[in-house]
């Protein structure tokens, strides 16, 4: 995933690595001047990936993602670093058994660029973006699982309804799963172009007017769902705060509001004591294991969101991993 686009902007602003100087301010204490192993889990086209290894030369990298594409590509662009990196086909949520096989217990930096990569919604043919007819495909990894239109063209109306109302917050979610059940009963819908067109069929005019495209909402609900970005998301966070090091620190940049709140569950959950309340003094093995870098969640400023419009929905979290686990 990795350099993320909200699906607009020039194309001139495209792979550009969000948030890249505050990003390396927060990597750096645990990451500098020593034999350091960072974990970018979500290497996308390897921009952070790119810059962090040429500001910290003992710095080794794990880099994975699910998209063979993405790869590629970070791979050709991080050759010059070749003899520090080793780039892993996973989803992030395997994060635990890729250092097991690569023999690294404990690593000193963790980054997740979360969301859809500007590659993988400017390839047409991936069906990400309602803005471009294409097959209504929407796998991060194309070579696995069902795509977007197995699920409008296969899932019951009250699961497709609540796919879209929990993935999308889409609140005229029953009328579209519904609008979606009559058209494929006469035919199957295949491309996104036919999905954009029912949409604006289904969604009141009214709300059109009001609340931005009405086929954004539907499109990340499906690929939330394509990809079971959240269930990864929710295995993840845990895994990587697991294998810091002490010392070790974890920055996360989130797109939208559901994956912000799983980040931001988990980093204030290893950040507060677990001792029952009321006791004199904190029982051994229950302090915080966290310690929070960002007061809340950390915007892009207005000059990087103007040359870089991906920038405009990130939330930023950052940790520092103060002791191990009991």
Known sequence: MGQHD?????????HVPVALPRVAELLAPAIADR????VDATLGLGGHAAALLATHPQLTLVGLDRDPDALAIAGRRLTAHAGRVHLVHAVYDRIADVLGELGL???DGVLFDLGVSSMQLDADERGFSYARDADLDMRMDPTTGP????????YPVPELARVLREYGEERFAGRIAAA????????PLRRSGELVELLYEAVPAASRRTGGHPAKRTFQALRIEVNGELDAL?????????ALAVGGRIVVLAYQSLEDRIVKRELAARASSRSPEGLPVELPGTGPELRLLTRGAEQAGEDEIGDNPRAASVRLRAAERIREAA
């Open 35 to 38: 034999p350091a192993v960072l």
């Open 234 to 242: 929710r295995a993840a966070l845990p895994a990587a705060v697991d």
């Open 105 to 107: 217990p404990r690593v």
């Open 147 to 154: 795509t977007a239109a197995d699920v409008l063209n296969s």
């Open 6 to 14: 909200g699906g607009n902007g020039p194309a001139g602003a495209r």
């Open 180 to 187: 979606v059940a009559r058209r494929r009963a006469t035919a």
